[in-house]
């Protein structure tokens, strides 16, 4: 089946991708060495945009910037139209267009998302990714291109050959086919741990992922070569804190180190490897941008912060504490030194850098703030609703998508300020009873839902 095809007769399982978010990926660019343009101020693009639920909530969020989604998939485009008339946006536009085809005008892209994209088009759909991105990133502009990694899907190739050949002897679907395959498999086969992952996946993902028409991963270093070929140059990983895969023996990680200790992309690809690392986001920029020394810390005083995942041996405890202490929010580097007394400003900077580097402390290019507690009447913005009355996936307050039971959905659509606390507690009761409303309630507002 052909890409083309395969979009316009199953609808693609979209929904928004925290690590394209230029909030965070314009700190990426910054610890690359590049003033990146502040996003709310910015014109972006994505391409491969599918019906608009990463970049609605983005066009949302900064209503002051321009944004353009294009897809090939015309039914894909079709929802997005709706979806954004639904929220209610007036800075963006989608169009129905081939990348390679695709001229956009109305001058450069301060941000360009191709998020999903590049391991599952053609050759030339991927040359077209990276000439269009040398040609409409302006000269400080970004662009944030993920891609699945050859180490880590390479064991899978081979399952995915046998899912194929029991489909061509009867089976009429993947998921048929792979419980197939299941069932004669021996029990400590390494295979099995793929096959029940890629069961549990499901039928409304598969056709898309492991057995989509493309898959075509890459290595870092593949990636940053061609990147360079095409007058590009990489600046990092778009989430900085997951540069490193965080579950490796760090005696491992350090004798990698000592190895390609000259050739940082042959170091990761090393981590990358002996991780079994399945994808990867990058962000690049032009190779005429004006890129200063890596990770310096001085333009780093003017980002925002929160706590990321407890380290198991925090080697910062007192400023892991300190920026804990006004978790959920993300705060501005200033609230930390002043809850630091004594400690200087540009110190605390390069001990933030060293924490954002580790995973443990999480950046933003600017603050987010939030109530946890359930308002009194608690009611989704006009774009969220829609999704719930679509059930599709909802965006919260960091760009992760939140997915619902079909029950808990109705309960969603009734959030559209005609009821208070008790009247929703009510139509909860009534239409979804096996919902426990109250800690429910409580862990949306934790997730910052509520308008
Ligand atoms: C795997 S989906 C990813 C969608 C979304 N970006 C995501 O990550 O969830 C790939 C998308 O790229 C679109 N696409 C494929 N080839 C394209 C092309 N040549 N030009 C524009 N869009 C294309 C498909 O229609 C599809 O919506």
Not at 290 to 307: D, F, N, Q, T
Request: proline fraction near 9%.
């Amino acid at each position: 089946m052909q890409i083309q095809e395969l979009y316009a007769t199953r609808v693609y399982p979209a929904m928004s991708h925290p690590l394209s978010d230029p909030a965070v990926s314009v700190v990426a660019a910054m610890l690359g060495g590049l003033a990146a343009r502040h996003p709310a101020d910015a014109r972006m693009l994505e391409i491969g945009c599918c019906s608009g639920l990463n970049l609605i909530p983005l066009a949302l969020r900064w209503p002051e910037s321009r944004f353009v989604g294009i897809d090939l998939s015309d039914q894909a485009i079709t929802t997005a139209r709706e979806l954004a008339g639904a929220a209610g946006v007036s800075n963006i536009e989608f169009h129905t267009a081939d990348l390679r085809d695709f001229e956009p005008g109305g001058g450069g892209f301060d941000c360009i998302i191709a998020h999903g994209f590049l391991s599952w088009v053609p050759a030339d759909v991927q040359a077209a990714l990276f000439a269009f991105c040398r040609r409409n990133l302006t000269p400080e502009g970004i662009a944030t291109i993920s891609f699945n990694l050859e180490c880590g899907w390479r064991p899978r190739f081979p399952v995915i050959a046998k899912v194929r050949a029991i489909q061509q002897a009867g089976a009429a679907d993947e998921m048929s086919a792979l419980a197939i395959l299941r069932s004669v498999t021996a029990a400590d086969s390494p295979e099995l741990e793929i096959i029940d992952d890629m069961l549990a996946k499901g039928p409304a993902i598969l056709p898309f992922d492991d057995f989509g028409p493309i898959n075509d991963p890459w290595s870092l270093d593949r990636f940053v070569q061609t990147t360079v070929a095409a007058g590009l140059r990489w600046l990092g990983e778009s989430h900085p804190g997951l540069t490193l895969s965080a579950h490796l023996d760090p005696h491992l990680v350090a004798d990698l180190l000592r190895r390609h200790a000259a050739d940082p992309v042959a170091f990761m690809n090393a981590v990358d490897a002996a991780a079994g690392r399945t994808f990867r986001s990058a962000v690049v920029c032009r190779n005429d941008a004006p890129v200063e020394a890596r990770g310096a810390s001085a333009p780093m005083l003017h980002l925002s912060v929160r706590a990321g995942p407890r380290p198991e041996d925090p080697r910062d405890l007192s400023l892991l504490q300190a920026i804990a202490s006004f978790a959920p929010s993300c705060i501005p580097l200033d609230e930390v030194v002043a809850a630091l007394p004594g400690c200087d400003r540009r110190d605390v900077a390069r001990r933030v850098v060293e924490g954002i580097q580790d995973g443990w402390i999480l950046p933003r290019i600017e603050p987010v703030r939030f109530d946890v507690e359930p308002p009194p009447r608690p009611a989704l913005d006009p774009f969220r609703l829609e999704c719930a009355r679509r059930r599709l996936p909802m965006v919260d307050i960091w760009h992760q998508p939140c997915s619902f039971p079909t029950g808990h959905y109705a309960v969603l659509a009734a959030m559209d300020r005609s009821r208070d606390l008790c009247g929703l507690a009510e139509f909860s009761k009534c239409h979804c009873p096996e919902l426990a409303f109250e800690p429910w309630l409580r862990h949306l507002a934790g997730r910052g839902l509520f308008t």
